[in-house]
């Protein structure tokens, strides 16, 4: 930590609470309340994912408006963060994570029993809002549940654990619930449904079993900066879309509300800066940002989780479209990344204590890139005449692809280098923030993860949608001239197999399907470059030592 920083020894946060008498077991027991609910907000990200086809034929939802079940979750989670935090600082952070739980699961309930898309998309919306109010006060309560040093680093290597892992957990679990039916109480209730309302016992069992095992924080009511809350609100829920809208192909960077949402961010947050600087209790209080170590986590953890949710995105399409797995065994196909990841932050807990954060996770993201890397030399046969062969004889164009070769290693080594990126990181980011802004400090956390992950999905959708474009350019002629010399009868199995209702758009899914592989790769390969920039700034600036994490209360000194 830099010289101009003195850390107040004998400060205590005034709501740190630890009960010794009660022992590990009860400590334990807090830890699985606290990484239950984090996983399964996190999941939630990612579960539908592979059931929005069905969820689409059930509710007669279009294309374009299947992808809000996703990105509706995340507008309202990354939007509105930063409140959330805040209010688990001001009204007591066991009581918020209670509320959001509580909110969760009901919000999840209402999706899973949705009869319409209207009711969905606001059950997703209120899913996002109990997110963004249980999130950050999960990781706030680590720091007033457990003892700086080694048992809150174990804590916070679960935590970051269950972060990473989350979305991994989530393609497996909609996987295999997508594709099975279930009946309860006598009807029958669609796989698609179950991953919404397996998150209703979950989430109203954890909010019921908080006020045993966490304690309560101080409260600090009536000092909510509301202007604040409007316009940094406002601003993150329009920069979010805007981002979240310009990934999307079908509209893009140039689509008049990609452009307008974004400016209008910028204005919002700008306003909330002014209004920030100006406010005796702000929502976000910038001495957060003072520590040189801080600021460079919170860049950090924007940079780095928008590579590895690439991979997600872009690696399940390929394993299903392209490799030909079912949506459960495409699930499946990300298992070595939650046991990898797991073992990872399970091993970096300890090393924590006696090597400095900036090796861990400065080697984590090397690491990391390698495995990007490996994924950006992943290569089908897409040439016209090797495209049409696959279509034309039911094979797939990826079936040369072995996923225990060319896939499983990378995975792996995903898995293992952001596990040594996500648990020091998410130290050095809550280390020794006074204990009244514990809150609002892992909202900002979890606040770069959305963003950055929102940027990320955003650059590379976009550099991959200009690679497979300009490669159907090239191929699409050749494919509808083959496609148009076929039988006629295996001509119509395409189109039944493929959803289509001629044989010009037939020519498109085929084409795309032959181009997807090469726009894939190069979203990996500029992945790799994002990996590394991060990588860049940890080594720079990520400067505490391993002797200050076990060190506890807020500093004494702030940077001025």
Same mark, same amino acid.
């Given at each position: 930590?830099?010289?101009?920083?003195?850390?107040?020894?004998?400060?205590?946060?005034?709501?740190?609470?630890?009960?010794?008498?009660?022992?590990?077991?009860?400590?334990?027991?807090?830890?699985?309340?606290?990484?239950?609910?984090?996983?399964?907000?996190?999941?939630?990200?990612?579960?539908?994912?592979?059931?929005?086809?069905?969820?689409?034929?059930?509710?007669?939802?279009?294309?374009?408006?299947?992808?809000?079940?996703v990105t509706g979750y995340t507008l309202?989670?990354?939007?509105?963060?930063?409140?959330?935090?805040?209010?688990?600082?001001?009204?007591?952070?066991?009581?918020?994570?209670?509320?959001?739980?509580?909110?969760?699961?009901?919000?999840?309930?209402?999706?899973?029993?949705?009869?319409?898309?209207?009711?969905?998309?606001g059950a997703r919306g209120l899913q996002?809002?109990?997110?963004?109010?249980?999130?950050?006060?999960?990781?706030?309560?680590?720091?007033?549940?457990? @003892?700086?040093? &080694?048992? $809150?680093?174990? %804590?916070?290597?679960?935590? *970051? !654990?269950?972060?990473? +892992?989350? /979305?991994?957990?989530?393609?497996?679990?909609?996987?295999?619930?997508?594709?099975?039916?279930?009946?309860?109480?006598?009807?029958?209730?669609?796989?698609?449904?179950?991953?919404?309302?397996?998150?209703?016992?979950?989430?109203?069992?954890?909010?019921?079993?908080?006020?045993?095992?966490?304690?309560?924080?101080?409260?600090?009511?009536?000092?909510?900066?509301?202007?604040?809350?409007?316009?940094?609100?406002?601003?993150?829920?329009?920069?979010?879309?805007?981002?979240?809208?310009?990934?999307?192909?079908?509209?893009?960077?140039?689509?008049?509300?990609?452009?307008?949402?974004?400016?209008?961010?910028?204005?919002?947050?700008?306003?909330?800066?002014?209004?920030?600087?100006?406010?005796?209790? @702000?929502?976000? &209080?910038? $001495?957060?940002? %003072?520590?040189?170590?801080? *600021? !460079?986590?919170?860049? +950090?953890? /924007?940079?780095?989780?928008?590579?590895?949710?690439?991979?997600?995105?872009?690696?399940?399409?390929?394993?299903?479209?392209?490799?030909?797995?079912?949506?459960?065994?495409?699930?499946?196909?990300?298992?070595?990344?939650?046991?990898?990841?797991?073992?990872?932050?399970?091993?970096?807990?300890?090393?924590?204590?006696?090597?400095?954060?900036?090796?861990?996770?400065?080697?984590?993201?090397?690491?990391?890139?390698?495995?990007?890397?490996?994924?950006?030399?992943?290569?089908?046969?897409?040439?016209?005449?090797?495209?049409?062969?696959?279509?034309?004889?039911?094979?797939?164009?990826?079936?040369?692809?072995?996923?225990?070769?060319?896939?499983?290693?990378?995975?792996?080594?995903?898995?293992?280098?952001?596990?040594?990126?996500?648990?020091?990181?998410?130290?050095?980011?809550?280390?020794?923030?006074?204990?009244?802004?514990?809150?609002?400090?892992?909202?900002?956390?979890?606040?770069?993860?959305?963003?950055?992950?929102?940027?990320?999905?955003?650059?590379?959708?976009?550099?991959?949608?200009?690679?497979?474009?300009?490669?159907?350019?090239?191929?699409?002629?050749?494919?509808?001239?083959?496609?148009?010399?076929?039988?006629?009868?295996?001509?119509?199995?395409?189109?039944?197999?493929?959803?289509?209702?001629?044989?010009?758009?037939?020519?498109?899914?085929?084409?795309?399907?032959?181009?997807?592989?090469?726009?894939?790769?190069?979203?990996?390969?500029?992945?790799?470059?994002?990996?590394?920039?991060?990588?860049?700034?940890?080594?720079?600036?990520?400067?505490?030592?391993?002797?200050?994490?076990?060190?506890?209360?807020?500093?004494?000194?702030?940077?001025?």
């Amino acid at each position: 930590m830099s010289d101009n920083i003195r850390i107040d020894d004998a400060a205590a946060p005034d709501d740190f609470v630890v009960e010794q008498s009660k022992g590990a077991p009860r400590l334990g027991l807090a830890l699985v309340l606290i990484t239950v609910a984090q996983l399964m907000v996190v999941l939630d990200a990612t579960i539908a994912n592979i059931a929005l086809p069905f969820i689409g034929k059930d509710l007669d939802i279009s294309g374009i408006n299947l992808t809000w079940i996703v990105t509706g979750y995340t507008l309202v989670f990354g939007g509105l963060l930063l409140l959330g935090g805040r209010l688990a600082d001001l009204y007591g952070r066991r009581r918020i994570f209670m509320i959001g739980l509580v909110v969760f699961a009901v919000a999840s309930m209402l999706g899973g029993l949705a009869q319409s898309e209207t009711l969905l998309l606001g059950a997703r919306g209120l899913q996002g809002l109990g997110a963004a109010l249980a999130s950050p006060a999960a990781l706030a309560l680590i720091t007033t549940t457990f @003892p700086a040093g &080694p048992a $809150r680093n174990r %804590a916070f290597a679960v935590y *970051a !654990a269950m972060s990473g +892992a989350g /979305a991994a957990v989530g393609l497996i679990l909609g996987g295999w619930l997508t594709g099975s039916d279930f009946t309860i109480f006598g009807a029958d209730v669609h796989g698609w449904r179950m991953t919404f309302l397996i998150n209703v016992p979950i989430g109203i069992v954890t909010a019921l079993l908080a006020p045993r095992f966490l304690p309560e924080s101080e409260t600090h009511p009536g000092q909510l900066d509301v202007p604040g809350a409007i316009t940094g609100t406002g601003g993150l829920l329009a920069i979010v879309f805007g981002l979240t809208h310009a990934g999307n192909p079908s509209y893009g960077w140039g689509d008049p509300w990609t452009i307008t949402s974004l400016v209008a961010g910028v204005i919002l947050l700008a306003l909330f800066v002014a209004v920030e600087s100006r406010v005796e209790h @702000p929502l976000l &209080p910038f $001495r957060i940002f %003072a520590n040189r170590t801080r *600021a !460079a986590s919170f860049v +950090a953890m /924007a940079l780095l989780p928008a590579a590895m949710f690439s991979m997600f995105f872009f690696l399940s399409l390929f394993i299903q479209n392209v490799m030909g797995y079912s949506p459960l065994k495409t699930g499946v196909a990300f298992l070595p990344f939650s046991a990898g990841i797991i073992i990872s932050a399970t091993i970096v807990s300890n090393l924590v204590n006696r090597i400095d954060a900036r090796y861990i996770a400065g080697t984590g993201t090397l690491v990391a890139a390698t495995a990007l890397f490996g994924f950006s030399r992943l290569s089908v046969p897409d040439s016209e005449s090797s495209v049409l062969q696959a279509v034309l004889s039911g094979q797939h164009l990826g079936a040369d692809v072995s996923y225990w070769t060319h896939v499983f290693p990378f995975v792996v080594l995903m898995a293992l280098g952001m596990g040594a990126v996500f648990v020091p990181l998410t130290l050095t980011a809550v280390h020794h923030v006074r204990s009244e802004d514990s809150g609002i400090g892992s909202g900002v956390l979890n606040t770069m993860q959305q963003v950055g992950g929102a940027l990320g999905l955003a650059i590379l959708s976009t550099v991959a949608s200009h690679f497979t474009t300009s490669r159907i350019e090239e191929t699409a002629p050749a494919i509808g001239r083959g496609l148009q010399g076929a039988d006629p009868g295996v001509i119509q199995q395409l189109m039944d197999a493929f959803g289509v209702g001629s044989v010009q758009e037939l020519v498109g899914q085929v084409s795309y399907l032959g181009a997807f592989t090469e726009g894939a790769t190069a979203a990996f390969l500029v992945g790799v470059f994002l990996m590394l920039a991060g990588s860049a700034v940890v080594w720079a600036f990520l400067d505490v030592k391993h002797e200050e994490l076990a060190t506890d209360g807020p500093e004494g000194v702030h940077v001025g």
